[in-house]
């Protein structure tokens, strides 16, 4: 890892006892997407950027939904990143219902593995956006680094976190171009 990123987390870390307020809000409709969404909240922790999760249904707790929503930008977050499975109607109807950027993470299923989430998510009507990410793992990581792309616009320390790790992931490549090797 590189030795930059990892002086952001470890003071991400240390001044998470004086509790940072959260800039990007990570939810999910159920428990069962956090095997996906960790990898959202495990890419922005490794560019030390502040955040809340929680787990909002957009069927069976649409009051929470709307207040979420609507209180967001004032308490400080950015981007809010939704995962969703089957109909996947979460992260539109976050998006209705604030003017924040919303990126939706579509969660692989049993039914139709995820395809049903990403349609779903593609499918806003005009009017109401919403960035869809890949199914999945790479969807969840790319959500977080989309996000703090969005935030770096504004944050240089968040900017140059984003970078670092792309120059992380570019040495890792260079370092290792003979795929019959161990990295």
Do not use: C
Not at 1 to 11: I, S
Not at 27 to 48: F, P, Q, V
Not at 119 to 142: C, E, K, Y
């Amino acid at each position: 890892m590189n030795p930059k990123l990892n002086h952001l987390r470890t003071l991400t870390e240390s001044k998470s006892q004086e509790k940072i307020p959260p800039i990007v809000g990570i939810i999910m409709n159920s428990k069962w997407d956090w095997e996906t969404m960790r990898h959202t909240e495990l890419t922005l922790g490794l560019l030390a950027i502040p955040r809340e999760i929680k787990i909002i249904s957009a069927h069976s707790t649409p009051h929470l939904l709307t207040d979420y929503a609507k209180t967001a930008e004032a308490r400080g977050i950015k981007v809010i990143i939704a995962g969703a499975s089957g109909a996947a109607h979460l992260p539109g109807m976050m998006a209705a219902n604030t003017f924040l950027p919303v990126l939706g993470v579509p969660i692989p299923n049993e039914t139709l593995n995820g395809i049903d989430s990403l349609l779903s998510i593609l499918q806003m009507p005009p009017g109401v956006a919403v960035g869809t990410l890949a199914i999945g793992r790479a969807g969840a990581i790319n959500a977080a680094l989309l996000a703090a792309q969005i935030i770096g616009l504004g944050n240089s320390a968040v900017r140059d976190a984003v970078l670092e790790y792309r120059a992380g992931q570019t040495k890792k490549v260079v370092d290792n171009p003979d795929p019959r090797r161990p990295q």
